[in-house]
């Protein structure tokens, strides 16, 4: 075991999926931040366990031509990105080989290598942002929490948000100062502020800024919405109403300050409304190319009758149609349901219905009316699939399965469960949606043996 305090000499050999290093020091598993594969560095242990410790870097001795000097001064800190101490050419390889690694240990392939989507650009992609704030000697601040704890880091400028997007939090911080609002504690219950939340449409530029409160009310809302007026796109104001303890950041109930109370956004050539709680891909541009590789692997026709699992709002769903004979989402959320048929109803799209109700149970009610789709498309959350939804597309049988996923490590355990029911799989794609992020989505075609 090794000993907490002392200094080894390691050499990092591969990264955890949270982008940490990973060295074997004596034979056991040392996780180090900061890390760039291939470096030889000294590390102090921090924690050691019996087959594991936590390390930090003290000294590099051999530098990786990969590392870079970090553009975001608080990066280290900020526990919002993890790879600004490497070059993004680094980064893509890395997470392209975590799908891969995972398909393979998991998920029971042999595939050599797995492509990635790389982004053109690593700044201002975001088109959401959630700020938590808290205060200090009086002062109401916003940031990003630092890793592994609600402590938040200021930061002025994020990188990979766009300067708008700083400059409202910015506005909402003076306003908040200026009449003394209070920053919400967790440990105490009390406190106004909660967080801030920004949305902006990456083609519209129209801008919606939501206030998490524990509360109902804000003192004098109409001088904030005055100074938000001067933000390029600004549309509406909306108070999230969340008085319960724990973390989570919306609450159940919207109050309307200003505007509709949504923005709209163009997305694979469809409008889309989006409220504070739509499901929307933070990076547009990514997504759309996300979205045009699925449609590709699904090789839908006019003839297909196409399933989409978890559809959300409605995105993949409606950008589907315009290829399929017809589509069907399905969505646990009921507002999300009515937001999507809203949205098929702007868009002029009639062969597309939506349902409400859990993906896997309402995959069974289908299959056991009698619809059997070509296609079923699933997009589920960090989760992955349950049960019910493996089983009813294992009686339904359809021709090919596009799976789209936020973790590499759900998706190839449901990959190994899915050719057990005789699938196997035709592709396998990862995308960068993340820039600077531990993120990566992939995307997997099974066809039916």
Known sequence: MLEKGKIYEAVITDYTAEGQGVAKIEGCAVFIPNAVAGEKCLVRIEKAQKTWAAGKITQILEKSPHRVNRECPVAKLCGGCDFWHMDYTEETRLKADRVRQALNRIGGEELAEVPILAAPDCHGY???????????????????????????????????????TDRVKNIVIDYVNHYRITAYNEATGKGLLRHIYVRRGGVSGQVLVCLVVNGRKLPHPEHLIEKLKAVPGFTSLVLSVNTKSGNTVLGDEEIILYGPGYIEDTLCGLQFRLSPRSFYQVNHHQAQRLYEAAIRQAQITKKDLVLDLYCGVGTITLAMAKAAGKVIGVEVVEQAVLDARENARRNGIENAEFFCGDAGKAALELEQKGIVPDVVVVDPPRKGLNADAIAAMAKMQPKRIVYVSCDPATLSRDVALLKEKGYRVASAQAADLFPRCAHVESIVCLCKQ
């Open 126 to 164: 975001r088109n959401k942002a959630q700020y938590p704030v808290s205060s200090e000697k009086g002062r109401v601040f916003a940031g990003f929490f630092k890793a592994g704890t609600h402590q938040v880091v200021e930061n002025q400028r994020c990188l990979i948000l766009p300067e708008d």
